[in-house]
């Protein structure tokens, strides 16, 4: 790769994630692969290992901070679960992704070869890095800023912050009861209604002999994640048991 065409990539890196580095070798250094550097050691360079284990850091407290705001009324367990659902490789890479970060990356010969540039764990590495040249080049505000565009979906409407994480009702509610009373929870279908292009099912969920609550929806699945999620938001209490 030309020293013209680096620059100019460099550039629409900058264009993508919506910041201009006042020192450019910062951002160069969080592309820099370990395998290029080590195929490379006449140019001494350094990889960007140290940018990902600052990124990293950085991460975690701005999640943190956006938790804490979000979600007042949390304790550190339920702060530290969501975090984890956030701050995770998947999570990670997509961003990566949608900023094209792999297209950026300087790799060796053999880490190209065996499509480095789409491995989500080494995207997900890139990115921190990324975020550490940020924080390095620009300060802890604008850090905070680009973490909040690039993770804003997560902090939209509470309810569907299970679904954003990857993880459905249905399955919080097994994990929460399996921890708390060593047993899962049982749904019964209660009600079927409507013609065959139009149905309506009525689930409901129970603990033992327990109801927990009622759902409804156009499939079973459906309606159980209903059920499910208000099951959820009983436990945790966060309102009254919901019916339909």
Known sequence: ?????????????????????RDPHLLRNALLHRSYVNENPHLHLMDNERLEFLGDAALDLA??????????????????????????????????????LGGALHLGKGEELSGGRHKPSLLA?????????????GGLATLMSMVETHFARFFSEEEDLPHALGKDYKTRLQEVLQSREKTVPHYRLEAE??????????VSVWLKDQLLALGSGPTKKSAQQKAAGRALRLLEGEGDKAKD
């Open 1 to 21: 790769m030309t020293q013209n065409n680096s620059e100019i990539l460099l550039g629409e890196l900058e264009r993508r994630i919506g910041y201009t580095f």
């Open 63 to 100: 999640i943190s901070h956006m938790l804490i705001e979000r979600f007042p009324d949390y304790d550190e367990g339920k702060l530290s679960r969501l975090r984890a659902g956030i701050v995770n490789e998947k999570q990670l890479a997509l961003v990566a992704e949608a900023l094209d």
């Open 125 to 137: 590495n890139t990115y921190e890095a990324m975020l550490a040249s940020v924080y390095l080049d």
């Open 193 to 202: 209604e409507g013609p065959d292009h139009d149905k309506r099912f009525r």
